[in-house]
């Protein structure tokens, strides 16, 4: 049976996200593909940690990575005692789960998930390594399935013939929403922010795009507006870090204004992710500053004069009367009305928790 990736571009199949194999976790490297092919080789789960905090895998990537880094985790403590590779395993799903302020709801999921896998398998003599490898797989099939059904979603609410606008890099949602359209026939434009400082429009999304045979062009940050008229965008989409259960999204810096200018030309803003439990408002969404210098230079190259300042927010916060719908994988939600996704849902049910990443 085929594996939920099938048909993806490269950077979308699981073993190219992040994947552990005998004692290491290799990621590929985002911040120089597709220049480069390249994958960082972490042999501790520290160093997984420090990957995800470095940006060398962002969007739903952590995640993946998150997972691995758990059986890396499984591997350093084999050889210790039962009550010690307890204890470490709950320390490597705290490390794990923290790399990165914003998404720390999100990502204990995903570590607690591995955990409870680990300490079953340590309670019954078994292989914690193997038993967390075949969690986190089953957990990528139960995400990109739910991705699945929540393309399918978007796709009727895109033109058969049409312009669409993306934000950053919305990871398994823009390779599952180009395979459903190209399924359907549907021949779109995709038009993609470069998304600075990281560039992930312009080398993350705009690749797959090409690599998925879809007309591509990628804009600077400052055209969104122009290239709306100018181009005749249809809709506007983007995933989101998090989505607030009062109707708040959290994405990329930049996301903002683009739905601002979108509101204006009347172009309607599709998000795409499942409402977070962990996040019941706004308030409660942690942005993460970084380093300033990035803003400074472009891939490397210095293009503000020494003794000039950056600012560098890592994410923005859409308020829901700029977001025409949330689309999930159970249909499409008013922003105002996400606490109705929940219902009949069980919230222990290891497929609900696939759904919150």
């Known amino acids: 049976m085929d594996r939920q990736d099938s048909g993806l571009a490269f950077m979308l199949r699981y073993e190219n996200v992040a994947w552990y194999d005998a004692g290491e976790v290799r990621i590929l490297d985002r911040r120089v593909y597709p220049a480069k092919v390249a994958f960082v080789v972490c042999r501790t789960h520290g160093e997984v940690a420090r990957a995800i905090a470095d940006m060398v895998t962002q969007s739903a990537g952590p995640y993946a990575a998150a997972a691995m880094g758990m059986a890396l985790a499984a591997w350093e403590c084999r050889e210790k005692p039962a009550a010690a590779q307890r204890a470490f395993m709950a320390a490597a799903s705290e490390t794990l789960s923290h790399a990165r302020p914003t998404t ?113 062009t990628v804009i600077t940050d400052n055209m969104p507006a122009w290239v709306m008229q100018r181009e005749h965008i249809d809709v506007f989409t983007s995933a989101a870090d998090a989505i607030t259960l009062d109707g708040h999204v959290v994405n990329k810096i930049g996301t903002l204004q683009i739905a601002i200018a979108a509101k204006y030309m009347g172009i309607p ?63 499409v939600f008013s922003p105002y009305d996400l606490k109705r996704y929940f219902e009949g849902r069980d919230m222990d049910d290891p497929a609900f928790r696939a759904i919150c990443v």
């Open 104 to 216: 720390v709801s999100r990502m204990k999921l995903v570590t607690q998930g591995c955990l409870e896998a680990a300490l079953a398998a340590i309670d019954r003599g078994g292989d914690a390594v193997r038993a967390v490898m075949d969690h986190a797989v089953a957990a990528n099939e139960l995400r990109y399935g739910r991705i699945a059904r929540t393309a399918e979603y978007l796709a009727d609410l895109l033109p058969d013939d049409g312009a669409v606008m993306t934000q950053c890099f919305g990871e398994t949602i823009v390779g599952q929403m180009l395979k459903v359209a190209r399924r359907r026939g549907k021949k779109l434009r995709i038009f993609c922010p470069e998304t600075r400082p990281y560039f992930q429009g312009a080398r993350l999304t705009a690749t797959v795009c090409r690599d998925m045979g879809f007309d591509v």
């Open 269 to 331: 803003y599709f998000v795409t992710g499942a409402p977070d439990p962990g996040h019941p408002d706004a308030n409660s969404v942690k942005i993460e500053l970084r380093d300033p210098e990035f803003v400074l230079q472009a891939m490397g190259v210095r293009t503000a004069a020494e003794g000039v300042k950056g600012y560098y927010p890592s994410f923005d916060v859409t308020p829901p009367h700029l977001v025409s719908g949330v689309v999930t994988d159970g249909g």
